[in-house]
């Protein structure tokens, strides 16, 4: 039902409980997020220029890794609305965040706009994550993607500098505090491209092709603009010192975040592992010989007789893991793999320790890390093992000897993803298409008009609204209300999304009052853009490019 103006009742209480009444499907969250369980699933593909959808989120946890939000939103100290309601849905080692965040401890939030078009209503959405983990307190730094809009996209530099400062214009009107963060492009950012250049040595043409399907047509600055991305996402950690770093983004932007975390990990100096004995063991063996170590440890506790390689091999054999353990594990290949070294290792004593391995550390600090290390240890050539101290310790030390000693140290860079608006029209919300978004440039008459204008997911009749009630899940205007206009009022969309399930809010209406959100909101923005041009003006960031180019399609 596109429109209908007829005014919805009075709520009728809570509308989870109202939608579950109604079949046996599992209801979205009422407060926001929708879930589209029934949109058919479709492969998974994440391109960072490419179409920005997802068929079906889970496939993101399973293909990619990502881990539900969920699991760890309970450690966040005053979630963001967003949070809350579910549309941010997925995220990588948030929880070393969300840790520093509650213990008063450094963290940074960054991420960056590629200036192609108007800033609109979806990318609010990071403007908001961002000023968030400031507010919270955290060193806050937002970019301006300039190199990537050149090489992947042919915006020609006068085009990037208007973009630039429309970008920059929404994200102070919304509460950046420029201040007390940092904003720049990386075109003039000359620590991001050096570091850019060290992070290329650790990359090669293959991780490209299989990232991001690169091939012989690619041209090189848009590889080159990738690099820079990896710098940029790594560079608050350059800032004092290596710290829990959050990248708010959407999901089609994980492959920079996969690939970084792993240059992260390949400049660091040294690698630190847990080992049980002279032989490596990999992550699902370590798991499984752990296992062994800790049940023979156990039984021989009281006549303290030395826990060896043969004994723990003999104990394995007969051990079937529990189910949990079972779903992330190769059981049958780790099982094998790790009776294998244990058995090679005969009489060996099987002892606990942390290993430092030299990944690309100088003579010098290698040296320094042995020197640094306490209590009984073991040196080998090109790593150290440790008795006494833990992993979390070894980590600490590790890291601290590298920066003493000109490494960089960083730490793996965090990510949470929020879900993709829909387009006021249906399907995908597209720059492209102006009746499908709402620009933050847009006249407050224009951004009623198009949501007024917006599909629903009413019925076709009011009768049959009263009757069966709505479809908000596939609604992009309760999108509106839950991604935007209702902001930290979580009962204002508790209510809408309640009373269109249960019939009682009919489609007219709820545009009518999305729509007059949408105009206030707008209002209220532009002023505050107006209000933030003479701080713009005042900031040490160049919008006035003096750069060259040939300003077409590369």
């Not at 509650?102 to 990318?123: K, Q, R, V, W």
């Not at 848009?222 to 959050?246: C, F, G, N, R």
Request: charge should be negative.
């Amino acid at each position: 039902m596109d429109e209908d103006t007829s005014e919805g009742a009075p709520p009728a209480g809570d509308g989870r409980e109202s939608a579950a009444a109604r079949g046996p499907s599992t209801p979205p969250r009422t407060d926001g997020g929708t879930e589209r369980a029934d949109e058919p699933t479709e492969d998974v593909a994440l391109d960072p220029w490419g179409s920005a959808s997802v068929g079906d989120y889970a496939d993101l946890f399973a293909e990619f890794g990502i881990e539900a939000f969920d699991d760890v939103a309970d450690e966040v100290p005053d979630p963001h609305y967003l949070m809350r309601r579910g549309v941010i849905f997925g995220h990588r080692e948030y929880d070393a965040v969300a840790e520093a965040m509650a213990n008063d401890e450094p963290f940074a939030a960054l991420s960056g706009f590629m200036p192609t078009g108007d800033p609109h209503i979806g990318h609010k959405l990071v403007f908001d994550e961002i000023i968030w983990h400031q507010e919270m307190g955290g060193d806050a730094f937002g970019l301006i993607a300039d190199l990537e809009a050149h090489s992947a996209r042919g915006m020609s530099w006068d085009e990037i500098d208007e973009h630039a400062r429309n970008y920059l214009l929404s994200l102070l009107a919304l509460g950046f505090d420029a201040e007390a963060g940092e904003l720049y492009r990386q075109s003039d950012n000359r620590e991001v491209q050096d570091l850019g250049f060290e992070l290329g040595s650790k990359a090669n043409f293959s991780e490209f092709e299989a990232i991001y399907g690169f091939d012989g047509e690619t041209n090189i600055s848009h590889m080159q603009s990738v690099v820079t991305q990896t710098a940029d996402i790594l560079y608050p950690q350059l800032v004092d010192e290596p710290k829990p770093t959050v990248i708010p983004v959407g999901p089609d932007q994980d492959p920079h975040v996969r690939l970084t975390r792993d240059l992260a990990t390949r400049v660091r100096y040294f690698k630190v592992t847990e080992a049980f004995a002279s032989f490596e063991l990999d992550d699902d063996e370590r798991q499984l010989v752990r296992a062994a170590y800790d049940a023979l440890a156990k039984e021989n506790l009281l006549d303290e007789s030395v826990v060896r390689c043969e004994d723990a091999a003999e104990w394995l054999a007969d051990y079937e893991p529990p189910e949990s353990d079972r779903e992330s594990v190769d059981l049958a290949a780790a099982k094998a793999s790790a009776l294998d070294k244990l058995e090679a290792g005969g009489k060996e004593p099987l002892r606990p320790r942390v290993r430092f391995f030299d990944r690309n550390a100088t003579d010098e600090a290698f040296e320094a890390l042995i020197e640094a290390v306490d209590g009984e240890k073991r040196v080998f050539e090109g790593h150290v093992d440790a008795f006494d101290l833990t992993r979390g310790e070894a980590e600490s030390l590790a890291r601290e000897v590298e920066i003493d000693h000109d490494g960089f140290g960083f730490r793996q860079p965090s990510s949470i993803y929020h879900r993709f608006m829909t387009g006021l029209t249906g399907g995908k919300m597209s720059s492209s298409v102006p009746a499908s978004h709402i620009s933050l440039l847009d006249d407050p008459e224009d951004g009623y008009d198009k949501v007024k204008a917006a599909t629903t997911g009413g019925r076709d009749t009011a009768e049959e609204q009263r009757e069966l009630g709505g479809e908000a899940d596939e609604c992009p205007v309760y999108e509106l209300y839950a991604y935007l206009l209702a902001g930290d009022d979580d009962e204002l969309t508790k209510e809408v999304y309640s009373e269109c399930v249960n019939g009682e809010r009919l489609c007219g209406g709820c545009k009518e009052q999305a729509a007059e959100l949408m105009r206030e909101f707008l209002e209220d923005h532009q002023e505050k853009r107006e209000e933030a041009e003479e701080l713009l003006d005042d900031l040490d960031i160049d919008l006035d490019s003096d750069r060259r180019g040939t300003g077409g399609e590369h």
